[in-house]
DNA sequence: ACCCAGGGTCATA
DNA sequence: TATGACCATGGG
């Protein structure tokens, strides 16, 4: 599959980001404070609420097991208890284990910081348990690399927008938006932010399009 | 009682 | 390349 092709135009994709932002405003994202922090949400978000993270992350802090020595030393047991809320306990606590390992053998994150994007995103994508939305979060949001993250919630209302089919590959999704907007890390910061923010207050609570800040656009009635 | 949530891995064909 | 099983809690 061809993945630098043209698949939106520029203006369509800023009118929808305009819509978006009006109707909710900036988001101010990630919900962290630390690199750190938002790298080990992105691995707890996976397929998860956010709700339930901030449970297991308030958890892990409380215990003081909130830094890349403090997890590696902890007992699986122990973390997986810690974690609990944001659910598959089991594999995350492995997956956190997987990534703290790869953070110290790497020099930590100020030496991942050299590395241009590409090579960064290699590097993360060859951790077991990052995946590709999962690496572009820690790309925007812990890096600041112009990387546009493609999660369900993407999908969805781009093709109900019914300027996607769905079904495209993610590679295909993220190069047709970084190909349209060119790199712009504050744009695909807010952009995805407001996207998530449209499915939490509105798609997810709302079957209809009827009030949808985009439903003009939308052609695409669930 | 059901459905799904800011996915990823692994086995199979 | 493309499906399907599996992981698991919590809120609607």
Not at 145 to 171: C, H, K, N, Q
Request: proline content about 4%.
């Amino acid at each position: 599959m061809d993945i630098n092709k043209v698949i939106f135009n520029k203006s369509d994709l800023m009118m929808v980001f305009q819509s978006l932002l009006d109707a909710y405003g900036p988001q101010d994202w990630w919900p962290g404070e630390t690199a750190f922090e938002v790298m080990i949400g992105a691995i707890l978000t996976q397929n998860t609420a956010w709700s339930n993270v901030e449970k297991a992350i308030g958890n892990l802090k409380q215990a003081d097991i909130f830094s890349e020595t403090a997890l590696l030393d902890s007992s699986h047991d122990e973390v997986a208890q810690l974690i609990r809320p944001s659910g598959y306990f089991n594999i995350k606590t492995d997956r956190l284990k997987q990534f703290c390992g790869f953070l110290q053998q790497q020099g930590g994150e100020n030496a991942l910081r050299e590395l241009d994007t590409l090579k960064l995103r290699k590097l993360l994508l060859s951790v077991k348990g990052v995946g590709p939305e999962t690496a572009d979060d820690m790309l925007l949001y812990a890096f600041q690399r112009p990387v546009f993250v493609i999660d369900a919630y993407t999908r969805r209302l781009f093709s109900r927008l019914g300027m996607v089919t769905g079904d495209e590959s993610y590679e295909v999704l993220r190069a047709g938006f970084e190909l349209a907007l060119g790199p712009d890390t504050e744009l695909f910061n807010e952009y995805h932010a407001l996207i998530v923010c449209h499915a939490k207050n509105f798609c997810n609570t709302k079957p209809k399009c009827s009030g949808c800040p985009v439903a003009n656009r939308c052609t695409i009635p669930e």
